[in-house]
């Protein structure tokens, strides 16, 4: 208690001290003096040392497989990982090579630990979000805040190991970060809500909902474009209709609502405004960001001590004091391509002693304008040109590496094979790229100084940032004079490998002050990928001044490259096969003004088929914007109980657009009695149904009354589970009965799962047991079938409800494994049971009647009625045609009022407008001006009287 008084009191001074600092500063106009540059610095260092306190001992908690122990304050870690950001911030501040060395050795261990555990499907994207349950914990979400700061991490990695002269490590982590952050972009952003959602690999499907940290993917600019961050920014930050706890401008609004909830000023809160704060920083709105810091600082002076109070203590003091100082531009470092190539040239030595003195002299220089430490004033940057003079003197540099590589080899194959399959040449490339970027972005930063000073303005406007791969991206390019006439010099973009020049005259186009705005529209030529994703490409705009000054303003765009056709596949009646066929709906979008012809194949290895032979087709002309494509699936016959995987490859003009892998279940016929109370021998206790089986027998148990029943729908699970919550609630013992036939002696494989203790009889003997609280997998066992009827019975004893898994056979081996199971055909007195079981239950709202429904048609060649009360499948109510005209189907039906429309021809929806009931029949208003009688003797009926029931 005493230790942490102190350490509150030390976060209460620290905090205090920076506020004086902040407003000192503020006092003298942003000039600090010496001594509080000094007081500054020295709050600075005991900030740092206490984080490198708690740092050592959360790598002291390492395990073997480099794993980190988080409990406590070091919770925080566990959903952000920031233990390399803030170890480079430790180095920056007191320079202590030897806990850098250990930080480099311990993070790397733990990245390499999160990359090889936590990515079941190997896409470089981490499953595991903020609800996992911890190092380990599984999870099947991809969360684009976390992997993005996993990329951020393997760039602090990086640039600690450019700190201690390691540039063949520093550009391994750099790769790492860059696959990771390409993954992020590709696989997470949603272009209708322009933003990035998690996406749930199990459910195969996005969550759409808005959190903070999942803005961090706009760092990687260079992968999303700059127009991708302005729309995100402008609706998500600064939109006032996303105010919401979890969305970026609740955590950057401080004055609206920290005020009203100091409770909410805890490390999470300090790190996404930081966080938030680097993206705004980043792309271009620093001043609104400064509005937000100083809001934030301001909270931090009045709510301290709420602050202090929490367990991340050492990270709140840090990261508040990044929020205070403004150091939070410097959080992530995004610009240390000069950095590695620095120290890889020094390594390597591929250039002569005065080109490297030149090229340290200028990546020094130009990261100084990235990095805002340099101003358009400061006499040795940007005077006389010097700056320019470096850019230039950097892309010579670059060049002139870039035919180094040919001849020099950056790391020996044998040392190459332990960085986990690196190639390192193309590394190197893709290095240069960066660095040219970077060059870029200093253009842009020397253009804007300019800018601002003569009214200068070039911009550059996607019309559409949404295209299909056929269609080309038109830009829209404009050039406004300031004071002083510019002429325009060329265009170019590019998608890598492709640069088209979209503009160049030898003489340039004038705009002189005071005329209108030069506008230029280009169907840039490039040719867009097939994949589907965001894809950036750049554009240079080149200006010249008449004093014969050229600048260069340069843009990323990015462009959602989707497919001609978007597909979404439903299965109206779920995925738990019966003994009839299974409908799949597949509704169709079209992206493109063409006419095109979609296509969707089946393949099942387990013998499921589709009534339509190997697949479907349908047409969709210029006009038509979205149809659907129906499947009927169809079960082997004879067809066993198990798993039938299944493949859905989708086609537009014979192009493929994706695949659907999912898979039917089919169970077992069950019945079932329960549940009876535990005697007093508990699961060694025998009951009636151990003893003899006999479909109408009545039990007593607990003083209850009750006999076999079939096992209820609700109970089987799509995935092969049987639950038994509705029938045991409490628990107790239950029974369940099947009877399998099969045509020879066999020796069948046998798999049982289970939450409470299970026992399974075949023929009477005891086959296999589960005891109570056995966690472990699924028991395996070798049942020998007898020829003819083998009868299983399951016994479960539990004091809460049942749960259990049950399969015979295995899924490779289907073919052999073939035996039936329809208790319709295989019990004698199955049907009388069945019967004698409905009459016992007289429920209004089990009564069905036989509703014959009609339809008028000469042209039609086949007619289906599809609704509600079938799944919407055309394959449960075909029409038969009676008479020339005539088409009609009897369908069993409760009471109650269904929607429903015609599916003539198996590919034409008639949809129903005016509904009019007179006398028992309904006339309708058809969509293609038609009209037709519909007879139905069932409409929209509450019986009464005595019910009626007829199968």
């Keep these: 208690m005493r230790r942490n008084r102190s350490q ?11 506020i004086i600092l902040l407003a000192a500063s503020a006092a003298v106009a942003g000039e600090a003096t010496p001594q509080l540059e000094q007081a500054a610095g020295e709050e600075s260092r005991a900030v740092c040392l206490e984080l490198q306190k708690t740092l050592s001992a959360l790598f002291r908690t390492q395990a073997a497989n480099g794993a980190y122990r988080f409990d406590g304050g070091d919770s925080l870690l566990l959903e952000y990982p920031l233990a390399a950001t803030l170890s480079l911030e430790i180095h920056n501040t007191l320079g202590d090579l030897s806990f850098t060395s250990s930080a480099i050795a311990s993070v790397s261990r733990y990245i390499h630990y999160v990359l090889m555990n936590e990515d079941a499907d190997e896409d470089c994207l981490a499953e595991r979000s903020a609800a996992s349950s911890g190092p380990g914990g599984r999870s099947s979400i991809e969360d684009p805040g976390y992997n993005a700061l996993l990329s ?72 999303a474009g700059d127009n991708t961050a302005e729309h995100a920014i402008r609706r ?16 950057l609004a401080w004055a609206d609502s920290a005020a009203r909830n100091p409770e909410a000023i805890d490390a999470d809160r300090l790190f996404k405004t930081a966080a938030l704060l680097c993206v705004l920083h980043h ?76 090229l340290i002299e200028s990546t020094a220089a130009v990261k100084r304008v990235l990095c805002g430490e340099a101003a ?12 320019e003079a470096h850019m230039r003197g950097l892309y010579i540099a670059v060049s002139r590496l870039r035919e180094q590589l040919k001849v020099i080899t950056i790391i020996s194959p044998w040392k190459e094979s332990a960085y986990f399959g690196a190639e390192f040449p193309r590394a190197v490339g893709r290095l240069l790229d960066d660095v040219v970027a970077d060059l870029r972005r200093a253009e842009n930063i020397l253009f804007a100084a300019d800018e601002s000073a003569s009214g200068l303005r070039v911009s550059c406007e996607l019309r559409d940032d949404r295209l299909v791969p056929e269609q080309k991206p038109q830009l829209a390019v404009c050039v406004t004079a300031g004071d002083r006439p510019v002429r325009l010099r060329s265009i170019s973009a590019d998608i890598p490998p492709q640069r088209i020049v979209l503009f160049e005259g030898p003489g340039g186009t004038m705009a002189a002050p005071g005329d209108s705005t030069l506008q230029f529209t280009f169907d840039a030529p490039v ?19 008449d004093d014969g000054t050229t600048y260069r303003r340069n843009f990323v765009k990015g462009v959602y490259v989707e497919k001609p056709i978007a597909f979404a596949v439903d299965f109206p009646r779920g995925r738990i096969l019966r003994n009839f066929d299974l409908p799949i709906a597949i509704a169709m979008k079209k992206n493109t003004p063409r006419s095109v012809s979609a296509q969707a194949s089946f393949y099942s290895p387990s013998g499921l088929s589709l009534k339509e032979g190997c697949g479907a087709a349908i047409s969709m002309d210029a006009a038509q914007d979205s149809a659907y494509l129906s499947l009927h699936v169809v079960s082997p016959q004879p067809c066993r109980p198990g798993s039938f995987p299944f493949v859905i490859k989708l086609f537009c003009d014979d192009d493929e657009m994706g695949l659907v892998s999912g898979s039917f279940f089919k169970h077992y016929q069950w019945l079932f009695a329960g549940p009876f109370e535990r005697g007093p021998a508990g699961d060694r206790e025998r009951y009636e149904p151990e003893k003899r089986i006999n479909l109408f027998a009545t039990f007593r148990s607990g003083g209850r009354t009750f006999s076999w029943k079939d096992l209820p729908e609700s109970a089987y699970a799509p995935n092969g589970e049987i639950l038994l919550d509705a029938l045991m609630p409490d628990g107790g013992v239950g029974f369940l009965l099947t009877v399998i036939q099969s045509a020879v002696p066999q020796n069948c494989s046998l798999f049982l799962a289970s939450n409470a203790s299970a026992v399974v009889f075949l023929n009477g003997a005891a086959a296999v047991q589960v005891p109570a609280g056995d966690s472990s997998p699924p028991k395996r066992a070798t049942l020998q079938l007898r020829e003819g009827l083998n009868e299983i019975l399951i016994k479960t004893v539990s004091t809460a409800p049942p749960k259990l898994h049950f399969k015979l056979g295995d899924d490779e081996y289907l073919a052999s494994d073939e035996f039936n199971n329809n208790l319709w055909e295989l019990v004698e007195g199955y049907r009388t049971f069945i019967t004698r079981t409905e009459d016992a239950v007289e429920e209004p709202g089990e009564v069905r009647k036989l509703i014959t429904l009609s339809y008028v048609d000469r042209d039609a060649h086949s007619v289906s009625i599809i609704g509600s009360f079938n799944g919407w499948s055309p394959d449960h109510a075909t029409m038969r045609r009676v008479s020339k005209n005539r088409w009609e189907v009897t369908v069993n039906l409760e009471p109650g009022k269904y929607t429903y429309r015609f599916l003539i021809n198996n590919r034409q929806h008639v949809l129903t407008k005016n509904l009019m009931d007179t006398e028992g029949k309904i ?3 058809l969509s293609n001006d038609r009209s037709a009688s519909v007879e139905c003797f069932f409409a929209c009926v509450h019986y009464a009287g005595q019910p009626h029931r007829q199968s």
């Design 376 to 387: 358009s004033g400061d006499a040795g940057v940007l005077e006389e040109g010097s700056l």
């Design 236 to 251: 998500y930050v600064l939109g006032p209709e996303y105010f919401y706890p979890e969305t970026p401008r609740s955590f």
């Design 152 to 223: 951020l991490e393997c760039m602090s990695l990086s640039q600690l190991c450019t700190a201690v002269k390691k540039p063949i490590d520093a550009l391994f982590w750099r790769e790492e970060a860059q696959l990771i952050a390409a993954r992020i972009v590709e696989a997470t952003y949603d272009p209708e809500a322009r933003y990035f959602f998690p996406y749930d690999n199990a459910a195969q499907e996005r969550l759409r909902y808005v959190h903070a940290a999942s803005l961090l993917p706009l760092l990687f600019d260079r992968r």
């Design 923 to 925: 006339l309708y208003s």
């Design 283 to 358: 792309n271009g709105y620093a001043e609104i960001g400064e509005r937000y810091r100083a809001q934030a600082a301001l909270a931090l002076d009045s709510l301290r001590d709420s602050t202090g109070a929490r367990s991340s203590r050492p990270y709140a003091a840090a990261l508040g004091h990044f929020l205070i100082t403004g150091r939070y531009r410097t959080l992530f470092p995004l610009y240390n391509s000069m950095d590695i190539l620095r120290e890889l040239v020094l390594e390597k030595r591929p250039l002569d002693d005065p080109e490297i003195v030149k």
């Design 527 to 545: 040719r867009l990928p097939k994949q589907t994703g965001i894809y950036p490409f750049s554009v240079s705009v080149s200006i010249e001044r």
């Design 8 to 18: 509150l009191l030390s976060w209460f001074k620290i905090m205090s001290v920076l």
